[in-house]
């Protein structure tokens, strides 16, 4: 079955910082992978998005993240934090093989220090 | 483009009431989903529909239904609302297929008392 997983529920950094959350996934072929990024009582802005291509993806506001098929990871990046960053991010796969559905990780709730 | 809008954004009920929401998508895009958001539960697909027709479903009782009409606008209805439906309610659209990209509208937020 696929699966999102995103291991930590909640990070702090202090602005300026660099930042990586983490996801994992699980899906028996190529999945389409997004990070999604949500601002209390918001809905969902999309950040990127990978489909094929390029490992290496770059999306709004200085993020980027990686797709590693080895690892089944598409973990997000940012070099330095600033504070309009904290927010809850959402990492979900687009199963188009099964189910034809999108799946959501649990979400990681980012606090940024002064 | 205008982006994915939802009404109302904000609703409070009792329990036992029914409520409509409702979702215009992206100009252009067939596919609406919708979700609800909790605390405890995060992120739950309730359906999917496209071109009229309800297209996938989620885990969720009968009291949670949908449609969509010929201009690709959404609704979703609740009936006999409990208290653990009180819930962000999320709707998204996409082009053509629901594991293309995903775009939000702001949601609307129920309390149900």
């Known amino acids: 079955a696929q699966s999102v997983t995103q291991p930590d529920i909640h990070i702090t950094v202090s602005e300026g910082a660099s930042l990586e959350l983490r996801c994992n996934y699980s899906y028996g072929a190529t999945p389409y992978l997004f990070w999604y990024v949500q601002s209390p009582g918001q809905g969902l802005q999309l950040l990127l998005k990978?489909?094929?291509?390029?490992?290496l993806v770059q999306g709004i506001k200085g993020f980027e993240a990686e797709f590693k098929r080895s690892q089944s990871s598409f973990n997000l990046r940012k070099p330095s934090v600033h504070w309009s960053d904290a927010a809850e991010y959402f990492c979900a796969v687009g199963a188009k093989n099964t189910g034809n559905q999108f799946y959501f990780g649990t979400g990681t709730s980012l606090t940024v220090i002064p | 483009k205008a982006g994915v809008t939802q009404t109302p954004r904000y609703l409070i009920k009792t329990r036992g009431q029914q409520v409509t929401l409702s979702c215009s998508p992206i100009s252009g895009h067939r596919s609406v989903s919708w979700y609800q958001q909790t605390p405890g539960q995060g992120l739950q697909f309730l359906f999917e529909?496209?071109?009229?027709?309800?297209?996938n479903k989620g885990n969720f009782p009968g009291r949670f239904s949908g449609r969509q009409f010929s201009n690709s606008r959404s609704e979703m209805n609740v009936s006999t609302l409990e208290l653990g439906d009180s819930a962000l309610y999320l709707c998204?659209?996409?082009?053509?297929?629901?594991?293309?990209?995903?775009?939000f509208g702001p949601g609307t937020r129920l309390l149900v008392l």
């Open positions: 998204a659209s996409s082009l053509e297929r629901s594991w293309e990209t995903q775009y």
């Open positions: 529909y496209f071109s009229e027709t309800q297209r």
């Open positions: 990978y489909f094929s291509g390029d490992t």
